[in-house]
């Protein structure tokens, strides 16, 4: 089952004093995730420095940009392979045996207060199979619970809050889902991505969970397709994995956000499967 | 400026039902921080999985232990030779050239909510000379404006609670400092370990800084010597370095604590410099 | 159905310092809560300053004490003769018609930030019929799903945390009932007071919410019988009715609280209706 | 001193359903501020029902609006007549002697968190001289520490979250300035009125600190002349004393407010002191 993507997003920023940004809008690379060919190209023709870095070793570019209207443009075609598993066959790993660089992914994090929320997950989700279905059962739950609604929240704004306000945006959903994940003893944590058909078009945020012996993806907004999901980074919530970060002054014009199935049909044939999918 | 350090701790637990225990009680091996020899010893004499992991691969010990009386015991002689600077020589790093690992402390995180506390952070500190000394007036205004209390706080406690409620011990001092400083751009980490002499005997909680082009010790609680810190693992904030994570049902019946420098007063000489010093 | 109640309390503290003690532990009186009698003793024998104040006119006494061992002691013999009425009959007020001085009731609070709360509350129970049955099952939705926990709160905790942590004592229970039922549209407060049997002995917190044209009592703790509530005064929420507000210097050394239901059995007969009771 | 002041307001709104309208809009009647003549015109030309509640008796009018365009219009002439005492006289007040109903405005509420602050109150301003001086040091406190920055919070924007992120408008300034005097021990309450020549024109929210035997008037935002503001009601704080409650489906559309000084300048001569003045 695999799937070629197009992805890409054409950022431009107003820059009034020397700014450093960086960014994270290219396409990671894993095994199941192959980038055949990508580009990144800035007007003006400034250089950016690659790297990688974080536990994930996310991709970042950056660069300092001199007053000008930047515009920032990326395009990837991205060859997705997914390890798919019968979702009923997935359990949760125990803490005993768990890899050690997972055990990370349970500790609370800035938007995603574990630590406040253990009680709430295992009254609402501890009596439930502990296995794929329970993850899918939390997010089932944050997305029948919660309203999607722009405006609602910030970038401060945390899983408890959505928790109480009930409404939010995919980030608040990833983050909710991850918490109550984490509180129930499953490690889970933030994906920045391309997702194909996003409506409205935008960059996405969801979650993967770390079930048997590798990480699992799930949309709990059901907005996208998590076949159609291409992963830009990781991290233990947003704020790990921000798609632009500044320290200067500029102001966001305009943003286009793209993703497109163009698998060719001869290959492909019937349609994917939407859970037990793995691309990490 | 070498010292040579003994550090230790017993801890004891009766463990009620099956649990999974993970120690940080090792000492970090980093190129200023010599392991000259150690020991971890539990009885019963369980076998621990040892490794390190994490961001800064911190030293982990996993060990799953069954009903019993379990203790604990570690030991650890240590040679600190430490990187010391002239405070007044380092300047604070630019985002535009950090190295890309460090730009993660710059994120808030848990407990360390600094994309809330900027504002207050420039208010402050925002008119200063951008160095070390910078850092260190962050640490003197939280000492003097935080009262020592134990009891203040508790595992839930944040940054933004203790500057309301100007109390709390040393992990809330490490974590406000820590705050601070990432609201002024500076990358900054929690760091726990052993503190020579410190009254009354535990665990220490303090902070790091990056600056210039290295990580540099700073105690906000002043209740240790910065020359006689010895590191465990470091951290975004405390949740990434829990001296004993438990996963099932124990529960902590005594804890012992100590270090104590027992450097060779022929081979030292002169009581070593407290500020400008790094050991990462 | 008239029932004769006995309560009582002992406080003893120490005073340290000249401090101003003001006292909420007195006997409200309604038309339905007759004080047939009452004493109020201090040792040493202080003059205290007798006043209603508030919106509710709750009866307090004020007393300056310098140093020394303080004991105050209130005995009252109460009449209750609630209104009952029939649950199924009472509906909920509309905004439109309530009486003025009940509309503060609608308002958010120190401790029940109902403006948090609204779209919980509405998801959760909007869709029940509006009447008293309404009341009944926030009543119950609060009382299945905490725990009664001592110490798991403070005297800072507010309806959000109990509402995430799961877990409070009765003073948590009834601001997080009333929280719910403004964040409906229903005015309901906070009373302290004494609780018949109540086990272990102590002030109890409960709450009232205005329906039809009065206000109806709910224990959402179920620790109590409603029918043996005696009220001392009512507010948005505890801040309004703490039982002590000291300024001074004084420590609580020991306290007893009792209440006993005394009616006479040839008066009575049967056992009192548990809903659609009144005595404000 | 005696000021002649014309205030007045235009509200109109779009009444999608069935709405009941609360307005605390009209101007309070006091032995310092006389009403001389108002009209309150609705178009369409409703009864509105009018009444004075809570414990300050604020003046309210209610009525419910079927679907229509709805223009509210509020025209008041008023006389003031201050109590004007020397700053340098006024000291605090003692718990042991105030007035039982200025006691309540020593509790915390829900924007004013002063449980929360107490700590912090103490630190900045425990040293001070005891008087009228000490809660302008507060007011000047707030006004030097906040940024008035309109879009910076919302209507659940508490104190503690203000003095956190150090920005806030009138209300954000006086529920701050509020807080800290409450945890100083000085009674302090919120009060909402017409500010002359306020700019932008606007409705305005203050405060007023107990002290001595009454009720003084600060600004903390100094935006306004204390001597020109008209008070429409009070409370413990924004939630008490909201402009417009609406319950059911209405969107403000336009508002527009004013107030002028129109003393008759032969009458009076000179301008007005600016602190120590009373107008409850």
Same mark, same amino acid.
């Not at 509180?183 to 194909?196: E, F, K, S």
């Not at 907005?223 to 830009?232: A, D, H, Y």
């Given at each position: 089952? #695999? ?14 004093? !020397? ?5 994270? @809008? ?6 199941? #995730?192959?980038?055949? $060919?990508? !580009?990144? /190209? ?12 974080? /536990? ?27 390890? @798919?598993?019968?979702? &009923? ?15 990370? %992914?349970?500790?609370? !994090?800035?938007?995603?207060? $574990? ?13 439930? %199979?502990?296995? +794929? $279905?329970?993850? #899918? ?10 309203? +999607? ?5 910030? !970038? ?14 995919? =980030?608040? %959903?990833?983050?909710?889902? /991850? ?6 003893? @499953?490690?889970? =944590? +933030? ?24 990480? +699992?993806?799930?949309?709990?907004? =059901? ?19 921000? @798609? ?10 305009? #943003? ?11 290959? &492909? ?7 037990? /999918?793995?691309?990490?």
């Amino acid at each position: 089952m #695999q799937k070629s993507i197009e992805v890409g997003c054409n950022l431009s920023y107003e820059v009034r004093q !020397s700014t450093v940004f960086l960014f994270q @809008i290219s396409c990671a690379l894993t095994p199941h #995730q192959v980038v055949d $060919s990508e !580009s990144l /190209i800035l007007n003006p023709n400034l250089a950016t420095e690659a790297f990688s870095a974080g /536990i994930e070793a996310n991709r970042m570019h950056r660069v300092v940009v001199e007053p000008c209207e930047l515009n920032v443009s990326y395009r990837g075609n991205i060859t997705l392979t997914p390890e @798919i598993d019968e979702p &009923g066959e997935v359990n949760e790993a125990s803490t005993a045996h768990m890899p050690p660089e997972v055990l990370t %992914y349970l500790n609370p !994090s800035r938007y995603c207060e $574990s630590d406040l929320l253990g009680r709430f997950a295992f009254e609402e989700f501890g009596h439930l %199979y502990r296995g +794929y $279905s329970r993850v #899918q059962a939390v997010c089932n739950w944050v997305c029948e619970h919660l309203d +999607y609604t722009p405006g609602s929240t910030n !970038s401060s704004t945390t899983a408890t809050a959505v928790l109480l306000q009930r409404a939010g945006v995919c =980030r608040d %959903y990833a983050h909710l889902a /991850i918490t109550l994940c984490r509180g129930l003893g @499953i490690p889970a =944590r +933030y994906v920045a991505g391309y997702a194909v058909n996003l409506q409205p078009p935008d960059f996405h945020g969801f979650m993967e969970a770390f079930l048997g012996d590798r990480w +699992y993806l799930f949309d709990p907004t =059901r907005l996208s397709l998590v076949s159609g999901l291409v992963r830009i980074g990781a991290g233990r919530d947003a704020a790990d994995v921000a @798609i632009a970060t500044l320290n200067g002054d500029a102001r966001l014009l305009d #943003q286009q956000v793209w993703a497109s199935d163009v698998t060719d049909p001869a290959a &492909g044939g019937g349609a994917a499967p939407e859970s037990g /999918i793995s691309t990490a």
